[in-house]
């Protein structure tokens, strides 16, 4: 069992191993959860997380369609 003390504000150091095994990096939530007397420390993944990979692209687009699409939007924000 890995440990960590608590400091005079609450706070604890969770171990490298497990911040590497569960991925958390500075920054990111943590939720805690109360499981009978245990606390259970869960990563919360950000919204763009959530979402990842749900949107898929229908086709690519070259660089030139993208600077297109830049340009065509500073000139659309220009004028509003």
């Given amino acids: 069992m890995l440990s960590s003390s608590v400091t005079t504000k609450g706070q604890v150091t969770i171990p490298m191993e497990l911040r590497e095994k569960l991925g958390i990096k500075p920054g990111d939530r943590v939720g805690f959860v109360d499981e009978g007397g245990k606390i259970v420390l869960q990563r919360q993944e950000t919204a763009i997380e959530a979402v990842f990979g749900i949107v898929k692209p ?10 297109g699409a830049i340009a065509a939007g500073r000139g659309r924000h220009a004028r509003g």
């Fill in 58 to 67: 229908r086709k690519g687009a070259t660089l030139e369609q993208m600077e």
